[in-house]
């Protein structure tokens, strides 16, 4: 690697004999510190380092003694300063820079340890907005992108994890190779582009702009993965930063490293058993390859597992159980029955615990908490060459005005399931047909080409399951059917009728939309238009 216009060669390995400390993350900073001095390192420092480390007893120079300029604005400004950026920015090997540092008193500076201001932290506090511009670092961010420029000659360290590192290169003489100089420029930049993003992301939101010229989006690796969807395929996670009770903030509290496609299906349960408030009675949703089998409510958290599990217990098999609240060991006992990859709750008892343990390799995870189905916040997806960006579908039913559209209106109770389909329907792949009855699902076509064959495919699974359970007809009789999207012709009705519901929940908006009431009317089928379409793809 050549460095600059001039093709300057970058050495190989370079010996940290001056080194600047500037954290807000005080992690390992002392005994990172002592390490660089115990090896000789003359350390520059500021402001609440600088006092840490002097309280420490190591020894260590101001900024302001290098700069000859004191902190002023409160420490906004104290680091901007050529004998600073000279000493980061400074081509070594260069005769005119070394001219230049000679002539103006810039000393090199050959490792930067830079944390910035915690801006996700006092974002994710809710702090108010003179607080969190006063928590935008300015100097941080620029002695890091010059550090990584420059890192033919400079180590930057941003992350403590990286302290161990160093520490093991200064055993080994206190030099350090290019390469790793050059990762750990690299992860500089991604810091402070994920940084930057939080903050741009944030006046976006503040100011109300929802499509801003450029869209950024950051994460912090949590995981590496053993693969993607399938074994060929490299994947990892990354956070956010988003607060959201779910997946990412949750706590592991037995089992496997969660996989790929094990966080992708507890996200779509737990998003999905997040409609029914713990208010209004326990509930479950047990999800496979991202679609619901099945999702009840109960008088207990037991009764609605069960009921949940009734609908497919079939495909229910390794598949993700979600409950809505405190997982007992009475519901604890019905789940460890039956082969299961995840369960995630908002929390668990102890004895619980106890009853899952059994099952090394089942993963339960605990939240504390819901995440809230009406709060804003943006979904995005990959496209060659670009994202779609979205804001999530936090539409509710109860916040619909119903318009009924037949001749005959729901019965109260036909309401009632009426309104649980649609909630279920929300989440399922398009084109999607739910039936219900009594707060349980009763089928579920998911995913279909044809809306037609999503009605027959959630029959047939409902009959199936009677068939399973003993029953001599199935939960479709008397149910209530939500279609997430408009229902296009008759046909669609005709099969949902055929599968023996007496009740029809669908946004509306089709041309043909009269041909479909129509054969509501004919049939005596009650039909409810929502206005608001759930495609989920």
Request: hydrophobic share 45%.
């Amino acid at each position: 690697m050549a460095v600059h216009s001039k093709r300057i060669p970058a050495p190989d390995l370079v010996k940290i004999e001056t080194a600047l400390l500037s954290v807000s993350d005080k992690t390992g900073i002392v005994d990172f510190a002592a390490a660089l001095a115990g090896h000789g390192v003359r350390i520059l420092s500021t402001g609440g380092t600088y006092k840490a480390l002097r309280d420490a007893g190591i020894a260590v120079t101001d900024v302001s003694e290098v700069t000859e300029f004191p902190e002023i604005m409160d420490g906004r400004v104290k680091t901007l300063h050529p004998r600073v950026h000279g000493g980061l920015l400074a081509i070594r090997d260069d005769a005119e820079h070394r001219a230049a540092m000679k002539a103006h008193g810039i000393s090199s500076i050959d490792l930067a340890v830079i944390n910035l201001y915690p801006f996700e932290e006092v974002r994710a506090r809710g702090e108010d907005y003179a607080e969190s511009v006063e928590n935008i670092d300015i100097g941080g961010p620029a002695m890091i992108r010059a550090s990584a420029k420059n890192h033919a000659y400079v180590t930057v360290l941003t992350d403590p994890s990286d302290y161990q590192a160093v520490i093991d290169l200064l055993g080994k003489g206190a030099t350090v190779p290019y390469a790793f100089r050059q990762r750990m420029a690299q992860k500089a930049y991604a810091r402070t582009a994920a940084y930057d993003t939080a903050i741009s992301n944030w006046l976006a939101e503040d100011l109300a702009i929802d499509t801003p010229a450029y869209r950024t989006i950051g994460g912090v690796l949590r995981e590496e993965m053993r693969y993607g969807e399938n074994p060929h395929q490299k994947a990892a996670f990354y956070v956010t930063g988003d607060t959201r009770p779910g997946v990412s903030n949750a706590t592991l509290l037995q089992g496997k490293q969660l996989s790929y496609n094990n966080i992708n299906d507890t996200d779509a349960a737990f998003e999905l058993v997040a409609e029914f408030t713990p208010e209004k009675g326990p509930a479950c949703a047990i999800i496979k390859h991202a679609n619901p089998c099945g999702v009840a409510t109960g008088g207990t958290l037991r009764d609605a597992y069960l009921k949940a599990l009734a609908c497919d217990s079939t495909s229910a098999f390794g598949g993700i159980v979600a409950l809505n609240s405190l997982l007992d060991a009475e519901t604890a006992t019905e789940i460890v029955k039956l082969f299961t990859e995840v369960i995630i709750a908002p929390d668990v008892t102890e004895d619980a615990k106890a009853i899952i343990a059994k099952k090394a390799n089942l993963r339960l995870l605990v939240t504390g908490g819901l995440p809230d189905p009406r709060a804003a916040g943006l979904t995005a997806k990959t496209v060659s060459g670009g994202l779609l960006v979205q804001t999530r579908d936090n539409g509710m039913i109860e916040d619909i005005d119903l318009k009924v559209v037949t001749k005959r209106a729901p019965t109260a109770q036909e309401l009632e399931d009426l309104k649980f389909a649609y909630k279920v329907a929300k989440h399922v792949k398009s084109n999607a047909i739910v039936y219900a009855k009594d707060g349980q699902t009763a089928g579920i076509g998911a995913g279909q080409m044809s809306r037609v064959d999503s009605a027959r495919i959630a029959g047939i699974k409902a009959e199936e399951a009677a068939k399973t359970a003993g029953w001599a007809v199935p939960l479709t009789k008397g149910s209530a059917a939500a279609s997430e999207a408009f229902l296009p012709f008759a046909d669609g009705l005709l099969s949902i009728v055929g599968a023996g519901a007496t009740a029809v929940i669908q946004p509306g908006g089709s041309m043909r939309d009269q041909d479909v009431i129509d054969a509501a009317n004919e049939h005596n089928v009650a039909m409810v238009f929502t206005g608001m379409r759930h495609f989920r793809h």
